[in-house]
């Protein structure tokens, strides 16, 4: 599965409720950017460098290890709004309609298309752009201000300031 998300999304669900040596082989793939498959003699090394997401954290289940916390770039808080019956049909139907092919998904198509045209663009721009030495500054005192421990926060901040241009 490593092997499989190089250069893709790697979506892991319940993060902290991972076994310790899985969390632990998840980390060293991922610092390392290789997998080695191991079996019966046989030793073969994959790359490995996806894009990780830390999904559906719910903290009255057990707490995020520190170290995790570290390496993530972004941390999104969501708040639980109660859907509508409407919209809860809506989801259900766009799920089914999505399974089976029944539902009409050329528009959605065309539309990651053309997320899929953006993002190869912007990769080709990314290395052009520069941020100034002010909006550093501005990017360094907020992390200060949040008494972020480290210096992953800023260079954190600056990659996705530079995306987000």
Not at 1 to 12: E, M, Q, T, W
Not at 87 to 107: I, K
Request: charged fraction near 30%; aromatic fraction near 6%; proline fraction near 3%.
């Amino acid at each position: 599965l490593l092997a499989r998300a190089h250069r893709g999304i790697l979506l892991v669900d319940d993060c902290h409720l991972l076994d310790e040596s899985v969390a632990s082989q998840l980390w060293n793939a991922l610092t390392d950017g290789y997998v080695t498959v191991e079996r019966e003699g046989l030793s073969v090394r994959y790359p490995c460098q996806p894009r990780l997401v830390l999904a559906a954290y719910n903290p009255d289940e057990g707490d995020v290890r520190e170290h995790w916390l570290d390496r993530v770039s972004m941390v999104l808080p969501m708040t639980t709004n109660t859907l509508t019956i409407k919209e809860r049909v809506e989801a259900v139907l766009n799920v089914e309609g999505f399974r089976d092919q029944t539902e009409d998904l050329t528009s959605a198509m065309a539309e990651e298309e053309d997320v899929r045209e953006t993002v190869a663009k912007a990769r080709e721009l990314l290395p052009y752009v520069k941020i100034e030495r002010q909006q550093l500054v501005y990017l360094c005192e907020e992390a200060s201000r949040a008494d972020c421990e480290g210096q992953r926060a800023e260079i954190f901040a600056v990659q996705i300031a530079k995306t987000a241009a």
